[in-house]
């Protein structure tokens, strides 16, 4: 069981501080040491009950109540501990007898022993209730058994999203939208919650959309923020505007100008998903012009009002989402679990007859039953069990029919082993439809204290949750490009499951949400996460304050204008300042003095510097400042931080060398564009055994390049490299760096040649390069890379067509090939490439290039057999109309070929 839990409080972390203060480090504290032995005895006999009763689905009222009870004390206790060991070190600093001097001085001042006693006579009284109550009985029940890694996911997701029962709907909407008229067309697609809406907008969008000059796709949400849903549009249609957008910070009416005038005369497709009330659509409508040149767009919503005002003009039509039928619902659910349509042992098909009957057809129902399912024996007992606990079947009454799916979600949830639980309760704090940075949510559960391990390190645990929550389809992972500087892996929650999780963590008091909702507080917040503010949260910032000595975790996002003074936060594991606040120098001149901090992110243009008390926060494991790009150097305290594990700074700090002698624990470091002593800091370089991730991104001078490559290739554990191309040049030039363990290679700017070096990295699973030349002779030393998984090539000239064969890239998921030639020719694959391709994105500068290759040929999409997801993108900067219609078919004769076109997600989109 980790420290600390959603429904466990911090119980797990307050016994064992309790035992570290029976150590021989503290014998000195003889006036409380029998009282501490008492707490940690009866905390310790109390923890099976706490455990067990966290992992109960359902508690009568005193069960719950005692559980509640207990888990704030434990909270209670571990700040009472927390500010006890604080004090108790400072005292500890003395010689022997003047400390003991400086205890009893501590004792009385902070009146400790009182606090003591009062939390033994709350032990006391909650044992005594436990044994009147006969509480015990629930601690039979054992603890839930974990689950392993299923293979099939990634063969089931292309399932799920194309071929069960999503041909008909969508040929429905492509005749509507091919309909010949040059008015704006819209269809609304209206249904419940999770019956695929959003799959089948996107499955008409990936139909139809590369016939239009412009489309883009966003989110709406519950709480839409009209400025950020206008940046979506803009970056999906002109990523030169979307960045001069991010640099100039336009507003909202400067965005909406500029999508008008980019859209005008234009013939855009827009697909505009989960839209809730009919003011949000009319001020989305309003944005788009209908310039009578044939536009469409699509939204989807629950609430049948919506869908009815969108279709307002005689040639909208409105698409009514039905549950899946018998067939369809069992089709899916056995492809999800034994990955055929007709494999279901003849002992499971009548009670797999009554699960289907209680999930109502609805998609996402069957698929986390099935997946849910696929962890289990396949025997008739535990799927018998599973129905009976399923209780009555999806009611369609509600707009949503919120109740059912609750309840189906539910399952999943309480299959989960408890620290599971907590991980995924931990993802409410996020706004809806955020991409969330995966790194950023195993680092926050580490800093919380969700994630405990007896071998291995932390990380490879917090490594393993995250997949572990993956792989029961609670988390979804997504390659995306938010911010526009690059692809990378995100991940996200459903609607449905956010929506659960969010009223589980109010039942728990986990983490209170403040967005555009008026959501009540407790009297006690342990995690806050602002979404929003106004006038009506100017009550909810007063109860935030009066609570700061309880509060553990912070989180400001989004359009968050306003946060309570940041002071006397004693408890405060996690401060991520990220929205459109922006402290300055003040605000954060006593963030030195919340000592229990794990986590701090500071992205601010108004902070100039750090206080020198940062130094003080000797528990600190991650800061990143990497948005203050005006903080030009760290104070000299921050060597002090030596339990500092990630350090991230901007490409404009320049870092101290020597600091770097003192931080022996840094696992991750970036950006060192900048060192005021390069020497120094070479020498140091070697010394940092731990470290496994590191970016620096200067280009050095060439006096140092041969010592930064011994240094680095004597660091047994690095595992990811990100640095400037010219070094990249060096240090891979000839095979004597081997770099035994790096994982993940990027070189920043592009090289003049690919490095023959390269070809000695057997363990590289992530590469991202640009190169200058690139030939068939260099395809073929990437193709040797045993291991690569992930490749982003960015080539500017290559002499002839690449020849990708079947004798190399076995393992390759995820491919993106950027020609930025304008006189080149394209790349070809042949039978056997890339077996285990599943993400394909190819952009050419030119869109003459891919048909340069043989028509007949065509380019071999056909060879890649276990492709899903294809993106094809084309400058237009040169192009005629006609060259554009050509590219068109060949790009969809090229399609044609492929075995699994039906399920294909294919994009194909222009830029300038």
Partial sequence: MAGVGAGTGALGSVIVKLATLLGKEYTMLKRVRKDIAFLERELRRMQNLVNALADM??????????????????????????????????????????????????????????????????????????????????????????????????????????????????????????????????????GGGGLGKTTLAMETSRKIGEHFQHRASVFVSRTPDLEKLLKDVLSQIDKDKFRECQSERWDEKQLIREIQLLLTGKRYFLVIDDVWNEQDWRSLKAVFPDNCNGSRIIITTRIANVAKSSCSNSGDHLYQMLPLNNVDSRRLFLRRIFHSDNSCPPQLQEVSTRILRKCGGLPLAIVTIASLLANKPQNLDEWERLQGSIGTGISYESDDGGNGMRHILLLSYWDLPHHLKTCLLYLCIYPEDKYIPCEELKRKWLAEGFIATKRGNLYQEAESCFNELVNRSLIQLVYADPQGYGFDQYCRVHDMVLDLIISLSDEENFATILNAECNSLPSKIHRISLQSSGNEHKGAIQSITRSKLHVRSLNVFGESKQIPPLEDFQSLRVLDICGEWEPENEHIRNIGSFYQMRYLRIKSRRTTEL????????????????????IRELPSTTARLQNLVRLFVSCSCVLSADMFGSMRALEEVADIHQIDNPEKFVEELGHLTKLRKITMTGSWTECYRERLRSSLNAIGSLQHLHTHAVIGEYMFRDPCCTFPHLQNLKLEYPMMRFPKGMAFLTNILKLDIEVYLFDDKDLRILMGMPSLANLQLIVSRSGGVLTVSGNGFKLLEVFHYTNQAYETTGIKFEAGAMPALRWLYLYWKNCGVPLRNNENTGMGFEHLSNLADLHVEISISRATLDELETVDCFVEKAIALHPNRHNLQLRLSYSS
């Avoid at 206080?611 to 494991?621: A, P, R, T, V």
């Fill in 57 to 190: 689905e359902v508690l009568d009222k005193v069960a719950k109540d005692w559980k509640g009870n207990m888990r704030d004390l434990s909270y209670d206790m571990e700040e009472c501990i927390d500010r006890f060991m604080i004090r108790l070190g400072d005292a500890k600093l003395s010689f022997p007898k003047k400390a003991a001097r400086r205890l009893k001085k501590l004792f009385a001042r902070h009146d400790i022993g009182t606090q003591i006693k009062e939390l033994k006579d709350r032990v006391k009284e909650e044992e005594e209730r436990r044994l009147r109550l006969n509480l015990d009985k629930y601690a039979a029940i054992g603890p839930t058994r974990p689950v392993e890694i299923d293979p099939r996911l990634a063969a089931f997701h292309g399932v799920a999203k194309g071929l069960v029962a999503i041909d008909g709907p969508r040929d429905q909407l492509v005749s509507w939208l091919t309909e010949e008229s040059v008015e704006l067309k819209v269809v609304a697609i209206v």
């Fill in 611 to 630: 206080h020198e008390d940062i130094g003080k926060l000797q528990n600190l494991e991650t800061l990143d400042l990497r948005g203050s790009i005006k």
